[in-house]
């Protein structure tokens, strides 16, 4: 079979969306930093109606900022690849034109610092995942002691972290006298434009005071909130692909048919026309990110843990098993929405419905495996700060807790039935020593509640959260995830 390829395009049966731009005149405004299946599926899709409108600017330079995978898979197709949109009734095909190129960071830091310098680039923007910031999760601090971080200062020509990068193309920029490129993070934190400037600001400030300065004064942080749920590729899913398109895609991205990115409007050098392709502009991103995060992103940890736990491999089998369902249900009804920022006109139960018809997607094969990972990092925004406001309001935190101790389980490294889980967090190492020795529930809870980085220092001194946490890691090592949850559910907060 052949290869997708500029010169395989035309043969693509009629109902796939394919670029119908010029390609070889479309510019570089944007250099993004992340090239996962999420950028590739959310992004550059929204940037793709940008340019088969005509406005041939915002070609986009896509930048791995560790493995050479992706690029070694896209390069051969021209940067060609296709986006495919499952549910239950079908599927849409869309192949996606505008990354033009794909450059691999530890490879060529020179040849990213030049895209970032170059004067066509207006937007640097990022999926680096929350560990990719570098920063103390629970204060969203720069964590200086970061061994990236403390390679970028000695080494500052060469970066290999993303704040890195940022802060050498700001410099480069500046003495070349170009306009500065709006820095837009589209990662999963609580402002995460307040974030990424704070970590830029404070590395900037580290090199050199005067370019701290600058950066405060001029760099543009607006913040985002990104939705799509984008599972990792699978061979079945380049088997699926090539047989609807008739040509091998070494590459392709799953994902559902909903997409939503709200931005804030803070590009002081250019943007593109996005809300043609549906984002919205808005100043309230916050309220709208919290909501995400503390709905979306904190039912999808908890099945995530519990659901591995109880031995499920998918959100959606995991939605099937009983109990689960209304779990979520309660986390996001009962115990999440009352701490959200009001959002005026907004349908917050038409919202929280359509999240559990997401997450039954029978198409999407979305591994908890996968959102188990990095819960260090994910946990302090998905759930802690949700736990927070809980603790404050003296109301209940019992379903919070239930996920929570599901984590400290499943982090801790064995399953329900003594197997090794194959734990991927940056904690990992640390987690698994200090919790070796831990042989009750109160043991694990304690040697959690030592990262202060993840949990603060507020919550690891406040007893009411040790004592509900540990009931929940008692529970679920007596009863199991299975029998914990279906029982929870019939009961309600204990
Ligand atoms: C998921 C997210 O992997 C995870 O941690 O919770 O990637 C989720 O699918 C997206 O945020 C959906 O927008």
């Known amino acids: 079979m052949k290869r997708l390829s500029p010169e395989t395009l035309d043969a693509l049966p009629p109902g796939v969306e394919?670029?119908?731009?010029?390609r070889s005149a479309v510019k570089s405004g944007i250099v993004h930093l992340g090239l996962g299946a999420f950028h590739r599926a959310h992004q550059a899709v929204y940037t793709e109606a940008v340019l088969a409108a005509g406005d041939l600017r915002w070609g986009t330079v896509?930048?791995?900022?560790?493995?050479?995978?992706?690029?070694?898979?896209?390069?051969?197709?021209d940067g060609l690849y296709t986006v495919a949109v499952r549910d239950g009734s079908g599927d849409r095909f869309q192949v996606i034109g505008g990354i033009l190129r794909q450059l691999v960071a530890p490879q060529d830091p020179a040849a990213v610092l030049g895209a970032l310098a170059h004067p066509d680039a207006r937007i640097v923007s990022l999926t680096v995942t929350e560990k990719g910031y570098c920063h103390r999760p629970a204060t969203g601090e720069l964590d200086e002691t970061h061994?990236?971080?403390?390679?970028?200062?000695a080494h500052p020509n060469e970066p290999r972290s993303a704040p890195g990068f940022l802060v050498e193309a700001i410099r480069l920029r500046r003495a070349a006298g170009l306009p500065p490129l709006t820095v837009l993070s589209c990662d999963n934190l609580p402002a995460n434009g307040h974030t990424v400037a704070r970590v830029v600001r404070r590395l900037a400030e580290l090199r050199d005071p005067?370019?701290?300065?600058?950066?405060?004064?001029t760099i543009a942080f607006p913040s985002t909130m990104i939705d799509r749920i984008v599972p990792a590729t699978t061979d079945a899913d380049r088997a699926l692909v090539a047989s609807a398109l008739g040509v091998e895609d070494a590459w392709p991205v799953m994902t559902e048919p909903f997409t939503q990115w709200v931005v804030e409007d803070d590009f002081p050098s250019g943007r593109p026309d996005w809300a043609r392709a549906g984002v919205t502009f808005t100043a309230q991103v916050g309220a709208f990110e919290t909501m995400k995060l503390r709905l979306l992103n904190g039912s999808h940890s908890t099945l995530a843990y519990l659901g591995y736990l109880a031995g499920h491999e998918t959100v959606a089998d995991t939605m099937a098993a009983p109990g689960f369902a209304a779990l979520v249900r309660g986390l996001m009804e009962e115990e999440a929405s009352p701490t959200?920022?009001?959002l005026a006109g907004f349908d917050l139960d038409a919202y929280r419905r359509e999240l559990r018809d997401r997450f039954r997607n029978p198409a999407l094969r979305h591994r908890t495996w996968q959102i188990a990972m990095d819960g260090s990092q994910k946990l302090p925004q998905r759930l802690l700060n949700?736990?927070?406001?809980?603790l404050a309001a003296g109301a209940s935190i019992d379903r919070l807790a239930l996920g929570l101790a599901a984590w400290m389980i499943y982090a801790a490294g064995r399953d329900e039935t003594g197997a090794a889980i194959d734990v991927r967090d940056p904690l990992a190492e640390r987690i698994r020593t200090a919790t070796a020795a831990a042989g009750t529930p109160q043991d694990l809870v304690a040697a959690y509640l030592d990262f202060h980085e993840v949990f603060g220092r507020d919550l690891a001194s406040s007893p009411r959260f040790r004592e509900t946490v540990t009931a929940a890691v008692d529970r679920l090592k007596t009863d199991g995830a299975s029998r914990s949850v279906a029982r929870f559910a019939v009961e309600g907060s204990a």
């Not at 394919?18 to 010029?22: A, E, G, K, L, Q």
């Not at 900022?65 to 898979?73: G, Y």
């Not at 005067?210 to 004064?217: I, P, Q, R, Y």
């Open 210 to 217: 005067e370019l701290g300065a600058f950066v405060a004064d």
């Open 386 to 390: 949700t736990v927070r406001d809980r």
């Open 340 to 342: 959200l920022p009001p």
């Open 18 to 22: 394919r670029p119908r731009y010029d």
């Open 62 to 77: 896509g930048v791995s900022l560790r493995s050479p995978e992706t690029r070694d898979a896209l390069a051969p197709q």
């Open 147 to 153: 061994p990236d971080i403390v390679h970028d200062l």
